[in-house]
């Protein structure tokens, strides 16, 4: 037992290091990582990230650790690190500072995950699939790619805001992104988006699908349940906002509420979002679920 356990301890000691050098060896785009999640609201997720990724294998333990070996597997994320971190420093100018951070944080992740490949082998790799690719959330997205999403998230809430309006029988002309109405104009802006909760949101059902979902159409089905319902909940948001502020006090567009009532509506998608979990999780089989929640594997440990 004791031998086991100075194995395992030495294992943990080499893939610190590894992590350690790796870090250092691309400090500037990690300390350029934490700048841009400290002041940027839509990647302040983004360190943390590391650290719920090591809750995961911390709960996935008894399964990832089950058969220790060193292996060679490590060597294709090495390679690909390094393809990409060539790339990134030869582009140069070529690239926005942009992707050239998501590049290099990319190559960071993908020499951290060859290194717990090369310490821990094969076998723990394939069991911690997902507390591995859940990591790669730490690589921040390109500006291009961002806005997108963002354009995505303000077409989806202003169509369920028509929709909404609509419903209410309050009267309402529509151009764009812009509603017209009787006291007050709205536009579904930026900052009306939802994509800190949508974020938010995501990283919450990724490992509520992995632990609590067997089928992958389930599990694809749920992702896209979520993404609906923060689409609604935004929609709910600017819709009471607006009929508050024609009807009870003008302050409702710019008061408390609208700077920080975000958590409550939150609340709400993932109130409506319950039930379907609920009935997707009705004809999952206990055993599977079960296992797979306390990452327990039916192997025999060595």
Not at 156 to 174: D, K, M, Q, W, Y
Request: hydrophobic residues 55%; positive net charge.
């Amino acid at each position: 037992m004791d031998d086991t356990r100075n194995t395992v301890s030495k294992r943990w000691l080499l893939f610190g290091v590894w992590v350690a050098v790796s870090s250092l060896l691309f400090a500037k785009p990690l300390i350029a990582l934490v700048h841009l999640s400290l002041t940027n609201d839509d990647a302040s997720h983004l360190i943390v990230i590391p650290f719920l990724t090591a809750g995961l294998v911390f709960i996935e333990r008894r399964t990832i650790f089950n058969n220790l070996s060193f292996s060679a597997g490590g060597g294709i994320f090495l390679f690909l690190a390094v393809i990409i971190a060539i790339g990134v420093r030869l582009a140069g100018d070529i690239l926005t500072p942009d992707l050239r951070l998501t590049g290099n944080v990319l190559a960071v992740i993908l020499l951290w995950i060859a290194g717990f490949a090369f310490f821990f082998g094969k076998t723990a790799v394939k069991s911690a699939y997902f507390s591995l690719l859940f990591l790669f959330l730490t690589v921040p997205l390109p500006n291009f790619l961002l806005e997108r999403i963002i354009s995505l998230l303000q077409a989806g809430s202003a169509e369920i805001t028509e929709v909404l309006f609509n419903l209410t029988g309050v009267p309402v002309l529509r151009e764009g992104l812009v509603f017209h109405l009787a006291r007050v104009n709205i536009e579904v802006a930026r900052e009306c988006s939802g994509i800190r909760s949508t974020i938010a949101l995501f990283i919450l059902a990724l490992p509520v699908v992995h632990y609590g979902l067997h089928s992958l159409w389930k599990k694809l089905f749920f992702l896209a349940c979520a993404f609906f319902m923060m689409i609604l909940k935004n929609g709910i948001r600017i819709v009471t906002l607006t009929l508050l502020a024609m009807y009870v006090d003008p302050s409702f567009l710019f008061g408390t509420l609208h700077r920080d009532g975000g958590i409550v509506f939150f609340l709400l998608g993932l109130l409506l979002l319950l039930p379907v979990l609920l009935l997707l999780q009705r004809r999952e089989s206990p055993a599977v679920t079960g296992t797979k929640e306390l990452g327990v594997s039916s192997e025999p440990r060595n």
